[in-house]
């Protein structure tokens, strides 16, 4: 089990940045895949971004490529979502969440574990 912690949410204007955080405080954290998925208000939640357990594989949605980046810093057990570039169609409640597959997957019900979600909104 993990318990994850999102962070680095706020308030910003369109075509500014803000970098979250997923943090856990199991080292197990390491062995899994981390996933950002996003929520707005009346929609449902869609995929943003996974990672590897060990950071070399990466997986985006086509419309967020180029602006957003995920990393993961595992001595700190922490994932990152830079984000930047940001769009009023930004805003959203967004969420990480931790795979136990064995293969890195954009579908969210393949993620157990979920943080409680850090709010992003972005004014024009």
């Not at 594989?57 to 602006?67: A, E, F, H, P, S």
Request: with cysteine; aromatic share 12%.
């Amino acid at each position: 089990q993990v318990h994850l912690e999102e962070s680095g949410g706020g308030l910003v204007q369109a075509g500014g940045s803000l970098r979250l955080s997923c943090a856990a405080s199991e080292d197990t954290f390491t062995f899994y895949h981390i996933g950002w998925f996003r929520q707005a208000p009346r929609k449902e939640r869609e995929f943003v971004a996974s990672i590897s357990a060990s950071g070399t594989i990466t997986k985006y949605t086509d419309t967020l490529k180029g602006r957003f980046t995920i990393s993961r810093d595992n001595p700190k057990n922490t994932v990152y979502l830079q984000m930047i570039g940001l769009k009023p169609e930004d805003t959203a409640v967004y969420f990480c969440a931790a795979s136990t597959g064995l293969l890195l997957s954009q579908g969210h019900g393949d993620y157990r574990y979920w943080g409680q979600g850090t709010q992003v909104t972005v004014s024009s």
